[in-house]
């Protein structure tokens, strides 16, 4: 079935730090990755829409100079959450919807537990 | 603002029980509703629901939408212990390429 990657699992790391986090589908292509945020005991809420080729789409909210998206190839999304803060600290997760055209469900990454000191 | 509600928040029930999680919504031109399983990581799929009154089951598990009463139910027959988990529902917009909207998920505990 379709996978998706995403990496590192776990990140601790000290505020003021910039923090790279990839996204990738390893066996479809994906035109379009989405990226969450987890709080705890909270749901998932949508952060932006990770556009291939072309510029994220933010959720109100969510600044985007804060939160670099990056969508550079079919299988590769990168979130960069910069000069992160303690209140950055929450679960990352991405997910793709594999099948152009078809109507399949997104699949998830495992997601990233970022911690800032 | 699409929304979705979730019910019960949390459940505690003994092996070998049958538990029934509720799953109302609001949304800005309907395209599918989903159910996952949330464990330690990442949510697995369960269910995507578009149509009213077709019941999908997998094993144990079966899901029902009702599009006229904006609600879906997730069933689980003969729970297990590997039952426990977080259950999410989401919608999902039509119209293009959209995130999807997470209700808060029910925490399932099955004691054995």
């Known amino acids: 079935g379709a996978v998706v990657s995403q990496h590192p699992s776990r990140v601790i790391c000290k505020s003021g730090t910039s923090v790279k986090i990839e996204c990738r589908s390893l066996?479809?292509?994906?035109?379009?990755m989405f990226w969450y945020r987890q709080f705890p005991k909270q749901s998932l809420m949508l952060m932006a829409t990770?556009?291939?080729?072309?510029?994220?789409?933010?959720e109100q909210g969510v600044e985007k100079d804060k939160f670099l998206i990056n969508h550079a190839s079919l299988t590769l999304s990168t979130l960069t959450v910069t000069s992160a803060h303690p209140e950055d600290s929450s679960f990352y997760i991405c997910?793709?919807?594999?099948?152009?055209?078809?109507?399949?469900?997104?699949?998830f990454g495992d997601g990233t537990r970022l911690s800032i000191l | 603002e699409d929304k979705v509600v979730q019910s019960p928040l949390s459940l505690v029930v003994h092996e070998g029980d049958t538990v029934t999680l509720n799953c109302s919504y609001e949304?800005?031109?309907?395209?599918?509703l989903l159910w996952y399983k949330q464990e330690k990581k990442a949510p697995t799929f369960l269910f995507m629901l578009?149509?009213?009154?077709i019941e999908k089951k997998s094993g144990r598990l079966s899901s029902i939408l009702d599009k006229k009463e904006l609600f879906s139910i997730l069933n689980i027959t003969a729970t297990q212990t590997g039952d426990s988990a977080i259950y999410l529902c989401?919608?999902?917009?039509?119209?293009?390429?959209?995130?999807?909207?997470f209700g808060k998920g029910t925490h399932l505990i099955i004691q054995p």
């Open positions: 578009t149509s009213s009154g």
């Open positions: 989401a919608v999902e917009r039509g119209g293009g390429a959209d995130g999807l909207t």
């Open positions: 066996d479809f292509q994906a035109t379009t």
């Open positions: 997910s793709a919807e594999p099948g152009q055209g078809r109507r399949q469900p997104q699949h």
């Open positions: 990770s556009n291939e080729g072309s510029k994220a789409t933010y």
């Open positions: 949304v800005t031109n309907f395209r599918s």
